[in-house]
């Protein structure tokens, strides 16, 4: 009897895995569309196809999520949270074949968008490992040329893996990508800006430099979580032009002729204001700008897209060529920092009324209209220069850019042709500076200062 219990356990102990093994459920992952491109669903890919209960069973906010089968008859959606949580959910045939219906209409531009999104992030986090962060983490650390340049090698590569990582962790979006890469840069050069106002010594610079860029990268990241494209597109610009006018103002009130170097490294140029107090007007100039380049296509009452805010900058440079021609042929340094950052200001406000308000330009709209106002302009200078090439004439050459410059603009938007603006579409926000105090009296936690009109 011994002998049968002995042998019976062993035969259980055989079979047990073998049973284990038969109950054993491999799922393969399966695409949401016909066209196999979409093999994750994220948040915005989900709010472009409008999906929906009762084939749509996800609801509140998630991360991402994926579809498995193990038969092609049963269906298993795995929706990711924010805080770690997967959840499982059941579905059949009939609701993956209305999920991807919905999601093979959506235009193969949005799908790809997304891929483009996160090769962005990781390329232009690399760009900055390669001009920022390894120069500034090497100039931190280093005493010598082979510490220096060991310190570079590893920051600058090592940037490439950890931008990889970061967007397979987690959703990087096109607006995140953008803020993320302009925070990474203005970054460092407010974390330079800061030390410098602290009067410390090359190495520190160098650390707060390397420590600013991946804080404001980091940053970047958070604050662009929820932001539209032009969201992202108009805070980078704000706080580049807006850094851009604090130091032509400065300048403008520096005043002074001559400079010399003092004793303690700075520069005087016997004006009005130092060079630590106009490092400070253009540090703050630049914070300011990142809020209300935020506002400006929240606010407006015509569609403000991407490629919209990307002809400013042209527009700002014919207006700063213009306003060239009316300074002396020597002009001092605060009459030409005075006429550059006027006619820059009034050349972004008449590209807002003749470009921004009539049309909506696409990312690369904006790219060609740069590239041909910058075509234009230098062949303008290079015809006036022709006139007398061994002394060309300062103001003939910059009317002549200017006037290329203007001519490539209007060429290159006939050429583009680019849609029509297509007006506000939906709410309108607007800000109460008064409710600026009473929010931040009177209401805990999350702070609103935006008014919201339909």
């Known amino acids: 009897m011994n002998l049968i219990r002995r042998l019976a356990a062993i035969g259980a102990l055989i079979l047990l895995p073998l049973s284990r093994a038969s109950a054993q459920v491999i799922e393969r992952p399966v695409p949401f569309d016909s066209a196999g491109l979409v093999t994750v669903m994220t948040p915005f890919l989900a709010d472009k196809a409008a999906l929906r209960p009762p084939w749509w069973p996800v609801s509140g906010e998630f991360t991402e999520a994926r579809l498995f089968t193990a038969n092609d008859s049963t269906y298993v959606l795995a929706v990711g949270r924010r805080t770690g949580v997967v959840e499982r959910y059941n579905l059949t045939a009939t609701d993956r074949e209305a999920i991807r219906a919905v999601v093979s209409r ?22 900055l490992g390669l001009l920022v962060y390894g120069p500034t983490f090497a100039g931190a650390i280093a005493n010598n040329d082979a ?7 590893v920051v600058a590569g090592g940037s490439f893996f950890a931008a990889s990582e970061i967007s397979r962790r987690i959703l990087v979006t096109k607006p995140q990508t953008d803020l993320s890469f302009n925070l990474g840069h203005n970054g460092a050069l407010a974390g330079w800006a800061t030390t410098y106002l602290l009067h410390t010594n090359d190495h520190v610079q160098s650390a707060g430099a390397f420590i600013g860029g991946l804080t404001g990268a980091a940053l970047g990241l958070h ?35 001559g400079c010399q170097l003092q004793a303690d490294g700075t520069t005087d140029c016997g004006g009005r204001i130092s060079d630590r107090a106009e490092v400070a007007i253009i540090l703050a100039s630049g914070i300011i700008g990142y809020p209300l380049g935020v506002l400006y296509p929240r606010n407006a009452s015509y569609s403000v897209t991407p490629g919209d805010i990307q002809t400013l900058w042209p527009s700002a440079a014919i207006g700063a ?29 008449l590209g807002d009324r003749f470009l921004v308000r009539k049309f909506d330009h696409s990312r690369a709209d904006g790219l ?17 220069s022709l006139t007398n090439p061994s002394d060309p004439n300062r103001r003939l050459v910059s009317g002549m850019a200017t006037a290329g410059g203007l001519i490539g603009v209007i060429a290159t938007e006939r050429y583009l ?27 805990p936690g999350n702070h609103s200062l935006l008014n919201v009109r339909f």
């Open 106 to 127: 959506l235009p193969r531009e949005v799908i790809v968008a997304r891929t483009d999104a996160r090769n962005g992030f990781i390329g232009r986090q690399s760009l």
């Open 147 to 153: 510490g220096a340049a060991a310190g570079y090698l």
């Open 223 to 257: 604050f662009a979580d929820g932001m539209t494209e032009a969201d992202a597109v108009g805070a980078g610009f704000g706080s580049d032009i807006g850094a851009l006018i604090g130091y032509g103002a400065a300048e403008t009130f520096r005043g002074g002729s």
């Open 321 to 349: 060529s213009a306003a060239s021609l009316f300074l002396s042929d020597n002009p001092t340094t605060s009459h030409a920092a005075l006429a550059l950052t006027s006619g820059g200001v009034v050349g972004m406000i």
């Open 368 to 384: 060609r209209v740069t590239l041909g106002t910058l075509a234009g302009g230098l062949m303008g200078a290079g015809i006036a």
């Open 417 to 443: 042709d680019p849609s029509p603006d297509a007006g506000r579409r939906g709410m309108r926000l607007t800000v109460n500076p008064m409710s600026i105090f009473f929010v931040a009296a009177h209401t």
